[in-house]
């Protein structure tokens, strides 16, 4: 059988264009672990905060925010970008970047700062508020879209690393690492921090994805940090937290460049997250109760690569999510599906370009550089 596509990776890149594709196509969903999620999706701290990943990002978000909540993954909790009176000039410049976005941000004062997030050093005195931000259900929504994937006839296949990819005729051919083969009419690479790897399987030119390591360490801290606790953001990208369950989590903000492999937290980055929440609040730190890392993938601008190669025939990106591939999942996976099926934008994606996430863009730019 030639499937219509072959979708590579069942991360949340993978499972959600496979799911939008399945109404209109035989879709083939591949991936090389023993359970779908294993990777960057089953390692995020779950937030959905329309400033994430800049002002290029935030269409992707913001049009995926209905879907989200309408299916229920989301949990209201707000965000605090905050920061030191040195640190004003840096507030303002990120409130105006998002201008006419539609992003909502309001200034906080010191006083109301000071009452939601207890703990917070006097120093740490300003605050821009950020209402819409909320958790997200990362496991229901990948769910969400594997069940439906399945219910409307994707094939999937787990413990299959692609291994080869040869096209012949008009049709690739799929060979996992285990010697099982498969024919697709064209390709859909959603393999995450592999990306690259794959293009160059298939004889493609990469566009530079980077996988980056971030780490999160969760912590028992004394008196217990209260539910409602917003997420709170270095306005100079140091370090974020968030209650879950009692406890914090915890992250240096890091982006270490890493190969693309199974990323495992380091006990440096780990104790610079402490060093610097400690700077931030006076909570007394109790326990690291846990500790794990993924690696958030990019392109040389930061911004995701949905479309087909310029050069690949057959060869379609889905790939560079960065830290906010749970929070556009929605809009991203609905507009990949309209591109590779040449429709039209619907209701969700008409307020978004394209041609802001087309590969050619990072192509020929590393061409001219
Ligand atoms: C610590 C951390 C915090 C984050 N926090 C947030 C957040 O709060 N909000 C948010 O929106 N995003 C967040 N992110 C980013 C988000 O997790 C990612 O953007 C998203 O999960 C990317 O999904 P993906 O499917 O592209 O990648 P992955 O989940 O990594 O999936 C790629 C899949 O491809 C498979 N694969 C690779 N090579 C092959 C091959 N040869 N054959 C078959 N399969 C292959 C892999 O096994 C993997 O399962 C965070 C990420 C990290 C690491």
Redesign the pocket.
């Known amino acids: 059988m030639i499937h219509d596509f072959a979708v590579?990776?069942?991360?949340?890149?993978?499972?959600s264009i496979a799911a939008e594709l399945a109404p209109d196509a035989s879709v083939l969903l591949?991936?090389?672990?023993d359970a779908?999620?294993?990777?960057?999706?089953?390692?995020?701290?779950?937030?959905?905060?329309e400033c994430?990943g800049g002002p290029g990002v935030v269409p992707l978000t913001r049009a995926s925010g209905a879907y989200l909540a309408d299916h229920g993954f989301l949990a209201p909790r707000g965000a605090l970008y905050v920061g030191r009176p040195e640190d004003r000039a840096a507030m303002a410049d990120f409130r105006s970047s998002y201008e006419g976005t539609g992003v909502q941000i309001e200034p906080l004062a010191p006083a109301e700062l000071a009452a939601r997030v207890p703990h917070i050093r006097a120093e740490w005195s300003e605050a821009l508020y950020q209402p819409a931000c909320a958790d997200?259900d990362v496991a229901g929504l990948h769910q969400h879209y594997l069940a439906q994937a399945k219910r409307q006839g994707v094939e999937i296949a787990t413990r299959?690393?692609?291994?080869g990819l040869s096209r012949r005729a008009g049709v690739w051919t799929i060979t996992?690492e285990r010697g099982t083969s498969w024919q697709a009419a064209r390709i859909v690479n959603?393999?995450?921090?592999?990306a690259d790897?794959?293009a160059r399987?298939a004889g493609v030119r990469p566009v530079g994805i980077t996988p980056l390591r971030?780490?999160?360490a969760v912590l028992r801290v004394a008196p217990q940090a209260p539910a409602d606790l917003p997420l709170i953001l270095d306005i100079n990208g140091g370090f974020y937290f968030k209650a879950d369950a009692g406890r914090l989590w915890l992250?240096p903000h890091d982006e270490i460049p890493s190969e693309?492999c199974d990323?495992a937290p380091e006990e440096l980055d780990v104790a610079i997250a402490i060093d610097r929440f400690q700077q931030v609040t006076d909570w007394r730190i109790e326990a690291v109760e846990r500790r794990?890392?993924?690696?958030?993938?990019f392109a040389p601008d930061r911004m995701p690569v949905y479309g087909f190669d310029a050069e690949g025939e057959g060869f379609f990106w889905f790939?560079g999510?960065?830290?906010?591939?749970?929070?556009?999942a929605p809009a991203a996976a609905r507009l990949g599906a309209q591109v590779l099926t040449g429709q039209g934008p619907d209701a969700m994606t008409a307020g978004i370009d394209p041609a802001a996430f087309a590969p050619w863009r990072v192509q020929s730019a590393r061409q001219s550089a």
């Open positions: 590579i990776g069942a991360g949340m890149a993978g499972a591949i991936e090389a672990e779908p999620g294993y990777h960057a999706t089953g390692r995020s701290a779950a937030f959905y905060e994430y997200i299959a690393r692609v291994a996992s959603a393999a995450g921090a592999w790897e794959i399987l971030r780490t999160v992250s693309p990323a794990w890392a993924g690696l958030r993938s790939a999510q960065g830290g906010f591939g749970i929070q556009t």
